[in-house]
C-alpha cells in the first residue's frame, strides 16, 4: 500500500471513531430512562403505563426487565421504535396519549367503552386527514374543535377507562368507521355541523364525515 492510500485509509478509520463516538454520545442523551435506572421519573413513567394497561405490577422506581418489556409493547403500539429504553421519541408518543386520555374523558365519560374509543379514533383520523393539522397536540387544540377544550373538562383528571380507549385507538381499534367529526344531538349550538354525513351513532354521539 502507498503512502497516500495509507493515509486515506487512516482518515476513514479516523472518521468511523469519531461518528461511533457521537453516536453512542447521542444514544446516551436519547435514554433518559433504562434498564438500571431509578428514581420518581421511572415511577411516573411506570403509572402512565399502568394506566395505558402495560405495567401489571405495582410501581416500584427501578426500571428492571418489567419496566423494559412494558416500554416496549407501548413503543410498538404507539409507532415508536421498539429499543425497551426512553428518549424523545417516546415521551413524545406519552404526551400524546396524555392529551388524548384528557379528550376523552372530558368528551365521552358518560359513554360506552366502544364510544370511547371512538372519539379517540376521530383524533386520530383527524391527524391523518389533509383537511386538519397533521400533529395531535394541534389537532387538539385548534380553535373550536373539541367542547372539552373550550369548556375546560380537558383539564379534568382521566380515568382508567379513557387511557384504555386511547390504546386501542392506538392498535388500530376504529369504532367510528373512518369518522372526523362527532357531535350529540342534545347539545348542538352551531348548526353547521349538520351538514355533515352521518355513517354510525355510538350512544349519544353521532359520527360523520
Do not use: C
Not at 485509509?9 to 446516551?28: I, K, P
Not at 400524546?96 to 366502544?114: L, N, T
Not at 397536540?137 to 382521566?158: E, S
Not at 347539545?187 to 354521539?205: F, M, P
Amino acid at each position: 500500500m502507498n503512502r497516500t492510500k495509507m493515509m486515506f485509509s487512516g482518515f476513514l478509520l479516523g472518521l468511523a471513531v469519531v461518528f461511533s463516538f457521537f453516536s453512542t454520545e447521542a444514544e446516551a442523551h436519547a435514554a433518559d430512562f433504562q434498564v438500571g435506572s431509578t428514581g420518581q421519573g421511572v415511577t411516573e413513567l411506570q403509572y402512565t403505563l399502568q394506566k395505558l394497561g402495560y405495567f401489571d405490577v405495582a410501581p416500584t422506581g427501578y426500571y428492571g426487565p418489567v419496566t423494559k418489556q412494558a416500554v416496549s409493547r407501548f413503543q410498538h403500539d404507539f409507532g415508536v421504535p421498539s429499543t425497551g429504553y426512553t428518549g424523545e421519541l417516546t415521551r413524545n408518543a406519552l404526551d400524546r396519549a396524555e392529551m388524548m386520555a384528557h379528550v376523552v374523558h372530558g368528551e365521552a365519560r358518560g359513554e360506552s367503552f366502544e364510544g370511547q374509543v371512538a372519539v379517540a379514533a376521530v383524533i386520530l383520523n383527524r391527524v391523518q386527514s389533509p383537511e386538519f393539522p397533521n400533529s395531535t397536540y394541534h389537532v387538539i387544540f385548534q380553535r373550536n374543535a373539541f367542547t372539552a377544550v373550550n369548556d375546560g373538562q380537558y383539564g379534568l383528571t382521566p380515568n382508567a377507562s379513557a387511557y384504555r380507549a386511547v390504546k386501542e385507538a392506538m392498535r388500530g381499534w376504529d369504532p367510528s368507521s373512518g369518522a372526523t367529526y362527532y357531535y350529540n344531538p342534545a347539545g348542538v349550538t352551531d348548526t353547521w355541523i349538520y351538514t355533515r354525513s352521518v355513517i354510525k351513532t355510538i350512544g349519544k354521539h353521532h359520527f360523520a364525515k
